[in-house]
C-alpha cells in the first residue's frame, strides 16, 4: 500500500486506531481479509471508485460479464417456481435500467421470503457476479441494499435522487454499502488530519483542506464536491510520493561507491565483436560508462525492445568493473534465464576472456560439489562476472569485491531483493537495472523516478522481422488445424518452434476465476480448461502433420539440469518444438526458432505476449507469431491479443496497454495479478499532474532538504520509504 496524507502527523490519534474497537471485530475481519485496511487511516484511503444515483439506473447492456458488478436498478417483476427435479424453490427478480432491454435476473434458491422486500418499483443497489444462463445476463445469490422511499416535498425528493452514492471497490462477501457504513462510523475521526500539501501550494493550486477533502469524498452532498476532493487527494498522493522518490534519489547521492575505469578487457571485447554496436548501444553504454567512473553509485534503469542489446551494454559494463579487479553479479527471474545469460556470455567473450573473468553460475538448483565451488569462486574474487537467480542472495554466497548489480527483467525482483544483493558489497555497488518491458514517461516518473533512464530503441541490422496474427477460434473454431499445419511448414523449412501454454498439466488449468451459480438442477457446460503442456503435448505428438518431429515440454516443475539439457538441444536443432511455460517468457535466445504459438493468448498480459513473440525472428529467418485465443470479438481479453497482433512496436504496445488496463491496475505487481499500489492517482490519465508535482516536490527540497519546516511531509515521505511501504516502486 502506498503512503497518503494521512500517513502525516494528525492532531486526533484516532487515525491510527484499529478498526476492530470501531466497525465491530466481524466487519474488521472482512475489511482485513479483503483489502488490507487495519486502522481508520486505512479505511479512510479505501476511496470510492465510482458514484450513483437514486434517480439514475445503471445501463445493464454496459455491464461486464464475469465481473463482480455494484449496480443502481429497479424491480421489473418477480416470480416464485418449483424445482422440477428437487425439493424447493426458485425465485427470479427481474431488473432493469429503464431502457430497451437493459434488463438483469437475480435468482435466488429457497428464498421466497425476499419477495415481500422485492416488489416491482423497487430501487436499489444490487451487487454479485455477474454471468449468462440461457442467454440471459444473471446476478446468482446477489447482495442489494434498498432505497428507502420517504415521503418527503417534491424538492427534497429531486436532491435525494440526486445526491451521489459512493461505490466502493467491495467482494463478493463485503458489500460497498456495508463499506460505506463502516467509513460512516469512523469519518468523524479525519476531522484533525493534517494535510502535508504545503499551504501556499494548497493555496496557489486552489485545493479544499484535507479534512474537508475526506469528508466531501466519502459523503458528498452534490457531484462538485467529490470531484474537489478527489483533486486535492489525487495531488496530495502525487506530492508524496515524488517527494519520496526525491527524497531517496538525494539519499543515493550521499553514499559512495568506488570509481571503475575502462581499459584493455573492454577494449579487447569490443574489437572481437563481429558486428557495430548500434547508435544506441554505443550512447546508452556511453552513459553508464560515465556513471561508472564515478565515486556516487550510478542507478539507471535501461529500458529497449526485445532484442535491442540490453544484455550486451550490460555485459561491457561487467567488463568495465572486472577492469579493477571488481565482480559484477547478473539477477535473473529464473533458473533457465540464468543459464541462457551464462552460456551466451561465455560465447560472446570467447575463450581467452572467459578464462580471465571466469563466468560463474549460481541457482539453487545446483549439486552440493558444483554449488561449493561456485561460491568459492565467488568469495574468492576469481569469479568476475557472477550470473545467478534468488539464489545469489542468500547468506551463504559472499563476493570478493562486488561492484556492479545487473538486475534483469526487474520486474520480478522487489526493493528488499536489490538491497540485499547491495549490501554483499563493501561499498554501494553501482546498478543496472533492465526492462524489456517498454514504459511510458508517466510510468517512468512515477515508479522510476529515482533512477536515471536510458533507452535502447534501435534494434541490430538484419533482423527479418515478425509477422503476427490473432487466431480467433471464437470466429472461426477450424483455424486450429491450420495453425498446426502451419508449424509443419515452418519445420519443413529447417526452422523450429515454441508453443506456449498458461498451464503446466491438466490439474491445474481449470478456470478458477469463480462461476455463475446456476439452477442446481440444470448444470451448465464443465469449466473451461487452460491449454496445458501436458494436454497440448499429447495433441502434437499425435498430429499426423507433425509425425517424426521432435517435440519435448520444458516447465518450472523440471529440474534444473532436465531443463537445461531441452533448452541446449533445441539449441543445437535437436528439438523441433518445445511446448513451454513462460518459463521461456524473456532472455531465451534461440536465432533458428522462426515460430511462436500462444495458446489461450487472452489469458497473457500484453507486455507478456509481446515478451514472448520476442523469442522468435531472432536471427536472419522471419517470425511469425499466432495468438490462439477463443475470447469473443470486441471482449477487452481479445483487444488485448488484437493489439499486439496489429504492431511489434513496444512502446507503442505499452501506450495501448495502460489504456486497456482497468483502472486501479496499472502500477502493481500487474503480470502476476497484484492490486495498484495507487489510490486515487493514475498515470494513465494523471502525467501532468504527477509532472507539476514532482515539480513542487523539488522546489520544497530544494529550498528545505531536510524537511525542517514541512513536519507533515516529512513524516508521510519517511513511511512512503519504509521497507514495506517502498517495495511497490520497484513492483512493475
Known amino acids: 500500500m502506498t503512503s497518503s496524507p494521512l500517513d502525516a502527523p494528525v492532531s486526533t490519534p484516532g487515525l491510527g486506531t484499529k478498526l476492530a474497537g470501531l466497525v465491530g471485530g466481524k466487519t474488521a475481519a472482512s475489511l482485513q481479509k479483503a483489502f488490507g485496511l487495519v486502522t481508520v487511516a486505512d479505511l479512510l484511503e479505501h476511496y470510492p471508485r465510482r458514484y450513483a444515483r437514486r434517480g439514475e439506473l445503471t445501463a445493464i447492456s454496459d455491464i461486464p460479464v464475469d465481473e463482480n458488478v455494484t449496480i443502481v436498478a429497479e424491480v421489473l417483476d418477480v416470480r416464485e417456481r418449483p424445482m422440477r427435479q428437487r425439493r424447493g424453490s426458485i425465485l427470479e427478480v427481474r431488473i432493469t435500467d429503464g431502457r430497451s432491454g437493459g434488463i438483469l435476473t437475480l435468482t435466488f434458491f429457497n428464498q421466497a421470503w425476499r419477495a415481500r422486500d422485492l416488489k416491482p418499483g423497487v430501487r436499489g443497489i444490487f451487487a454479485g457476479k455477474v454471468g449468462r444462463y440461457r442467454e440471459a445476463l444473471q446476478l446468482a445469490h446477489p447482495d442489494y441494499e434498498l432505497f428507502e422511499d420517504d415521503q418527503q416535498s417534491d424538492s427534497d425528493a429531486a436532491a435525494w435522487a440526486l445526491q451521489p452514492i459512493p461505490i466502493y471497490p467491495a467482494t463478493s462477501t463485503l458489500a460497498s454499502w456495508q463499506i460505506a457504513k463502516a467509513v ?301 499445419e502451419r508449424v509443419s511448414e515452418e519445420l519443413a523449412n529447417g526452422r523450429q518452434a515454441f508453443v506456449v501454454c498458461p498451464a503446466i498439466d491438466t490439474a491445474g488449468a481449470s478456470d478458477d476465476e469463480g462461476g455463475l451459480v446456476e439452477d442446481p438442477e440444470l448444470a451448465g457446460e464443465k469449466p473451461r480448461e487452460r491449454a496445458s503442456v501436458e494436454s497440448v503435448l499429447g495433441v502434437l505428438q499425435n498430429l499426423p502433420v507433425l509425425a517424426g518431429r521432435r517435440i519435448a515440454a520444458l516447465h518450472g516443475r523440471m529440474k534444473t539440469d532436465e531443463k537445461d539439457a531441452v533448452m541446449q538441444a533445441f539449441a543445437a536443432g535437436e528439438i523441433d518444438v518445445v511446448v513451454a511455460t513462460t518459463v521461456i517468457e524473456v532472455g531465451v535466445d534461440v536465432p533458428n526458432a522462426s515460430t511462436m504459438v500462444v495458446m489461450d493468448a487472452d489469458r497473457f498480459g500484453v507486455s507478456q505476449l509481446h515478451q514472448l513473440r520476442g523469442r522468435v525472428g531472432r536471427g536472419g529467418h522471419a517470425g511469425l507469431a499466432l495468438f490462439v485465443t477463443d475470447a469473443p470479438a470486441q471482449s477487452l481479453a481479445r483487444e488485448r491479443v488484437d493489439a499486439v497482433a496489429s504492431t511489434t512496436d513496444g512502446f507503442e504496445l505499452a501506450r495501448i496497454d495502460l489504456e486497456l488496463r482497468a483502472e486501479g491496475d496499472v502500477l502493481g505487481a500487474i503480470q502476476s495479478g497484484g492490486r495498484s499500489s495507487l489510490k486515487l492517482l493514475r498515470v494513465v490519465r494523471d502525467g501532468d499532474l504527477i509532472a507539476q508535482a514532482r515539480e513542487a516536490a523539488s522546489e520544497i527540497l530544494d529550498t528545505d532538504p531536510k524537511l525542517a519546516a514541512h513536519s507533515a511531509l516529512r513524516e508521510a515521505i519517511a513511511r512512503r520509504l519504509s521497507a514495506t511501504e517502498a517495495e511497490f516502486l520497484d513492483k512493475n
Open 184 to 484: 460512516e462510523l469512523v469519518l468523524p475521526l479525519a476531522a484533525g488530519a493534517v494535510d502535508p500539501i504545503p499551504e501556499s501550494v494548497r493555496a496557489e493550486r486552489k485545493l479544499i483542506d484535507f479534512p474537508t477533502a475526506l469528508q466531501w469524498v466519502h459523503q458528498p452532498s452534490v457531484d462538485s464536491e467529490w470531484q474537489q476532493a478527489r483533486d486535492a487527494l489525487r495531488f496530495s498522493e502525487a506530492l508524496v510520493l515524488q517527494s519520496a522518490l526525491l527524497s531517496r534519489r538525494a539519499e543515493a547521492l550521499t553514499l559512495t561507491a568506488t570509481p571503475r575505469t575502462a581499459g584493455a578487457l573492454l577494449e579487447t571485447f569490443d574489437a572481437s565483436l563481429p558486428f557495430t554496436l548500434t547508435d544506441d548501444q554505443r550512447q546508452v553504454g556511453e552513459e553508464i560508462s560515465s556513471d561508472i567512473e564515478k565515486s556516487v553509485p550510478m542507478n539507471r534503469l535501461v529500458q529497449g525492445e526485445v532484442g535491442s542489446g540490453k544484455t550486451l551494454v550490460a555485459l561491457r559494463a561487467m567488463l568495465q568493473v572486472a577492469q579493477s579487479g571488481g565482480q559484477a553479479a547478473l539477477l535473473a527471474p529464473t533458473e533457465v534465464l540464468a543459464a541462457q545469460h551464462l552460456r551466451s556470455i561465455v560465447k560472446v567473450l570467447g575463450p581467452d576472456l572467459a578464462a580471465q573473468l571466469v563466468p560463474t553460475l549460481v541457482t539453487g538448483q545446483l549439486g552440493a560439489a558444483d554449488k561449493r565451488q561456485a561460491l568459492l569462486r565467488v568469495v574468492s574474487g576469481q569469479a568476475r562476472i557472477v550470473v545467478g537467480t534468488h539464489a545469489l542472495l542468500t547468506d551463504k554466497v559472499e563476493f570478493f569485491d562486488l561492484g556492479l548489480v545487473v538486475v534483469d527483467e526487474q520486474h520480478r525482483f522487489g526493493v528488499e531483493q536489490r538491497q540485499a544483493l547491495r549490501l554483499k558489497a563493501t561499498n554501494t555497488p553501482h546498478t543496472l537495472v533492465l526492462t524489456a518491458t517498454p514504459i511510458p514517461r508517466t510510468v517512468a516518473m512515477t515508479v522510476f523516478g529515482d533512477l536515471d533512464v536510458s533507452v535502447i530503441a534501435q534494434l541490430p541490422a538484419g533482423r527479418a522481422g515478425i509477422t503476427s496474427h490473432t487466431v480467433a477460434l471464437a470466429d472461426h473454431p477450424g483455424w486450429m488445424n491450420r495453425v498446426w
